[in-house]
């Protein structure tokens, strides 16, 4: 059947079109009116490393595979672009570009969040004596005023993963890019930004709040690009987008692109929109993210939740008046380390793994410490395995990985349930990790809490169709999306958290062993 004649005419049914652009995949989902999936598409992200420790994606190609997989999906649910009512975005948080304002022209890759050439500028921020300085300053400010919004300055650490260093990087020695800056003609975007940016040809500028607040650039208090870091890493503050709500009318994509004009209804970071896709709308709610990476979401509701290290605050999403803050924490290395497993032919095919953990009783103490990437809150740790004998076996070596998610699970949820003054509610779960029984399994043994699953785990993209339809009248309401949840499985503890104990405890010393390498 052509595309479009399944459904046409004035009354044909009408679509909504979530895209997620990862770290790893570029995918499109089709939605109708029940959030059933009517047409996929995705593409594999291709990274670069042009040195050791770089990691950029080439813009071209990223804008090419972005609008494949929405042609390629649209055509896969047998539609025309007209009846698609609007388009939603998800991407990958703190991975940016800057390019020339009048003529379009990047001074410069995608540089990912994966990164680490801003290591050296880090590690130097990091032991300086103006950062001391700050911290007792702040410090003195929380005490004095009690207020949280000098709780998250007073133990400021910078890290690999965050824009700021990055930009700064950017700015010493990319000469274009600096000069550009100085004459207000270089533009700052995430990648939600320079998507926008080239579906409207250029005439619409603009990021959302959650995307802003992920940068580390942006103040979630005060919801504002900040200057004082800015001053302190000497960014000028002429190059940052405005910043506009997540369900909101961006414009349209060019007619040129898709053949019609689609509006672009949402965009949004892909861990808020994964929270947003899962529902979790109420204070307490909480969302795990088990893909490349790991994130642990906690629904703050009204208050924005400065809790300490290894936790951050963020804005959730805001729509109209109404605005969302969110804690997380992050693992590193969970998808990657399993991917990596594949690559060096531990197994053939993910779905393996769970089976293969279960043929045996347990790692015979073998314990991976995940550590490929610098770990925001480990950045000492080095990737190992400990404890091989001659009898370990590749079912081994696969439990040891799987156990380390679960246990890296354990830490992250113990940390939140201490720092965090919410009741937790539910728990769900997505992410391609998700789909691993063991794991969760496991993760919900030690957590000693429900985990719901869903029956799709590709949530970043059902959440951006789900802010662009509320945005164009295609759903109602957030009740409305609620009744759209279907669950495929829930973990329910079936063993004590003992049982785990001795496995965990020689896991922890692993830890150990491995920082400081």
């Not at 410069?108 to 880090?122: G, K, M, P, T, Y």
């Not at 060096?344 to 089976?355: G, M, P, Q, R, S």
């Not at 957030?478 to 049982?499: A, G, M, N, S, T």
């Amino acid at each position: 059947m052509p595309c479009g004649q399944q459904e046409s005419g004035a009354g044909a049914a009408r679509y909504v079109v979530g895209v997620d652009v990862g770290s790893t995949m570029v995918k499109c989902h089709v939605y109708d009116r029940a959030a059933a999936v009517r047409g996929s598409s995705s593409r594999k992200v291709e990274s670069l490393y042009p040195r050791p420790g770089w990691v950029e994606l080439d813009p071209e190609v990223l804008w090419s595979q972005f609008v494949g997989v929405i042609k390629e999906a649209v055509q896969a649910a047998g539609l025309h672009m007209r009846q698609v009512a609007g388009l939603g975005i998800s991407t990958q948080r703190a991975t940016f570009i800057t390019w020339h304002k009048r003529t379009g022209k990047p001074f410069h890759n995608f540089i990912s969040w994966q990164d680490l050439r801003s290591a050296e500028l880090v590690n130097s921020w990091n032991k300086s004596l103006l950062l001391k300085v700050i911290h007792v300053i702040f410090t003195v400010l929380h005490f004095l005023t009690g207020n949280d919004r000098y709780l998250a300055p007073s133990f400021l650490t910078f890290s690999t993963q965050q824009t700021s260093m990055k930009l700064s990087w950017v700015f010493k020695n990319i000469q274009e890019a600096e000069e550009a800056a100085r004459k207000n003609n270089c533009c700052f975007g995430t990648v939600d930004t320079w998507l926008l940016y080239r579906l409207t040809k250029g005439s619409v500028y603009a990021t959302d709040y959650s995307n802003a607040s992920a940068t580390g650039v942006f103040e979630p208090f005060t919801k504002c690009w900040n200057p004082t870091l800015c001053n302190l890493l000497s960014i000028p503050m002429s190059i940052y987008p405005p910043v506009k709500d997540t369900s909101f009318n961006f414009g349209s994509a060019d007619s040129e692109i898709f053949g019609v004009p689609i509006p672009i209804l949402a965009v949004v970071a892909d861990q808020q929109s994964a929270m947003f896709g899962e529902c979790c709308f109420h204070p307490g709610d909480v969302k795990l993210t088990m893909g490349t990476g790991g994130f642990w979401n906690v629904n703050t509701g009204e208050h924005l939740f400065a809790s300490g290290r290894g936790l951050y605050p963020l804005i959730g999403w805001k729509i109209g008046e109404e605005v969302v803050y969110l804690t997380e924490g992050c693992i590193s290395d969970i998808g990657t380390a399993i991917k990596w497993a594949q690559d060096i032919n531990l197994f053939t095919n993910v779905d393996e793994t769970a089976k293969m953990a279960r043929s045996i009783v347990d790692s015979q103490g073998v314990c991976f410490v995940p550590g490929f990437q610098v770990s925001v809150n480990d950045p000492d740790l080095c990737a190992s395995f400990m404890g091989l004998k001659p009898s370990t076996t590749r079912n081994h070596l696969v439990r040891a990985i799987l156990e380390s998610v679960a246990f890296r699970n354990k830490q992250l949820y113990d940390m939140i349930v201490k720092k965090i003054r919410i009741p937790l509610q539910t728990i769900r779960a997505d992410g391609g990790v998700s789909n691993n029984s063991f794991v969760m399994q496991m993760t919900s043994d030690l957590i000693n809490k429900k985990i719901e699953k869903p029956v799709n785990a590709d949530m970043s993209s059902l959440g951006a169709a789900f802010l662009a339809g509320l945005a164009s009248g295609f759903w109602t309401d957030k009740e409305q999306l609620k009744k759209l949840r279907r669950i495929e499985v829930v973990f329910e503890p079936q063993k004590d958290l003992e049982e785990y104990k001795p496995a965990m405890d020689t896991w922890l010393q692993a830890m150990k062993c491995s920082l400081h390498w």
